[in-house]
């Protein structure tokens, strides 16, 4: 019998892959259960046909003094942020989780980002750090010592940030690129189904 701690991260994504990344097998019996999911956010660009970024691990990160990250799934997977909307979320990874306390995660962005434009016109670009420290996400300190434990955590991906147009459109030079910088925060997060106060 395990703790179950779902966390659903919402990236400015949307569809349904549900992939589950799970060996019990390596986790001892104190432990609870991981599970991430990707959603959207509506892209306003009326130009862009797609934004496609490859995400190649997700780590949760332990309140330790040496910062402790806990692989969670180094599946690499490929979206497409503007077919990821209106609501819908999908499973990124599903792991099992030994007791303790934990506070954010670290996003790994794989280099092969790219725009591509209603016309045809594609815009490859690299990841600024992404593809080695990573791209950390704060969650509030957490918890989990006790079987039954779930958190819910919403990530939001902001494609309209994180993809910097370069030129104008609207001028005879029109668009030159766009520069990569992503942009995720941690939207909402829920333990046993209450969001913790952090005001105090």
Do not use: W
């Not at 609870?32 to 959603?39: A, L, P, Q, W």
């Not at 969650?139 to 104008?168: A, M, R, Y």
């Not at 029109?174 to 829920?190: Q, R, T």
């Amino acid at each position: 019998m395990r703790a179950s701690l779902t966390l659903s991260i919402t990236f400015a994504l949307g569809a349904a892959v549900l992939i589950a990344a799970c060996d019990t097998n390596s986790v001892s019996e104190g432990s609870g259960e991981i599970t991430v999911f990707i959603k959207d956010e509506p892209f306003p660009f009326d130009l862009v046909d797609s934004t496609v970024v490859s995400i190649n691990r997700v780590e949760l990160i332990g309140q330790d003094t040496t910062e402790n990250f806990l692989l969670m799934t180094d599946i690499a997977q490929t979206f497409n942020l503007l077919d990821l909307r209106d609501g819908v979320m999908d499973t990124l990874a599903n792991f099992p989780i030994p007791f303790g306390v934990y506070k954010g995660l670290r996003i790994v962005v794989d280099e092969n980002a790219y725009v591509r434009l209603k016309n045809g016109d594609i815009f490859r670009m690299k990841t600024p750090s992404g593809t080695t420290s990573g791209i950390k996400v704060h969650l509030p300190d957490f918890e989990i010592g006790d079987f039954g434990d779930e958190v819910e955590v919403i990530v939001d991906f902001n494609v309209e940030k994180s993809f910097v147009l370069q030129g104008n459109a609207n001028t005879p030079a029109g668009i030159k690129g766009f520069l990569f910088k992503p942009v995720v925060k941690a939207e909402s997060f829920h333990l046993n189904g209450v969001e913790p106060d952090t005001t105090g």
